[in-house]
T-cell receptor, first 116, second 112 residues
């Protein structure tokens, strides 16, 4: 069965420090991978998505970047965190694109990031 | 601008009561999903609807996709405390495969 791992679960970082959040998927090949951010208990905003190794699309201009060094690994990074980067970050995967219908995501358990 | 509007934002009911959550948009969706999220956890997929007018049942949960594929509803019969959570609808359009647009969510609280 497919599983998705995301870590760390919580993180407190000072303003100006770097960030690295990691997400890995097991039990599937060639997944689409996504990073979302969720404001306090509300809807999700798509930050990045990837359809393959080294292929990253950014949805929102921001202080963050993403990389996909391996097929089932997705990393969210920042060189210098801002207070506004605080939030709940979620990684998700779906089957590789194109075919209809699209059946949805499997999410990781999330990382609560607090920038102080 | 929120592509998907969910209502109500918050719903508090007693155990045994019924509830309905709505998800509306002016856009046509190729598919629409409903997720439930518990505090500190990632959302969990409940159902995907793809055909206009489709009705799916998952135990006490009934999901309906509008005929025009622009709206959806989630109905819970005889709610239980375990139904407490944030319910999110999400859809993808024909030109955004896999890039879901999420509603802001409906927080449901079921008290014993």
């Amino acid at each position: 069965s497919q599983t998705i791992h995301q870590w760390p679960a919580t993180l407190v970082q000072p303003v100006g420090s770097p960030l690295s959040l990691e997400c890995t998927v097991e039990g599937t090949s060639n997944p689409n991978l996504y990073w979302y951010r969720q404001a306090a208990g509300r809807g999700l905003q798509l930050l990045f998505y990837s359809v393959g190794i080294g292929q990253i699309s950014s949805e929102v201009p921001q202080n963050l970047s993403a990389s996909r060094p391996q097929d089932r690994q997705f990393i969210l990074s920042s060189k210098k965190l801002l207070l506004s980067d605080s939030g709940f970050y979620l990684c998700a995967w779906s089957v590789r694109g194109g075919g209809r219908p699209f059946y949805g995501y499997t999410f990781g358990s999330g990382t609560r990031l607090t920038v102080v | 601008t929120q592509l998907l509007e969910q209502s109500p934002q918050f719903l508090s009911i007693q155990e045994g009561e019924n509830l309905t959550v709505y998800c509306n948009s002016s856009s046509v969706f190729s598919s629409l999903q409903w997720y439930r999220q518990e505090p500190g956890e990632g959302p969990v997929l409940l159902v995907t609807v793809v055909t206009g007018g489709e009705v799916k049942k998952l135990k006490r949960l009934t999901f309906q996709f509008g005929d025009a594929r622009k709206d959806s509803s989630l109905h819970i019969t005889a709610a239980q405390p375990g139904d407490t959570g944030l319910y999110l609808c999400a859809g993808d359009t024909t030109d955004s495969w896999g890039k879901l647009q999420f509603g802001a969510g409906t927080q449901v609280v079921v008290t014993p």
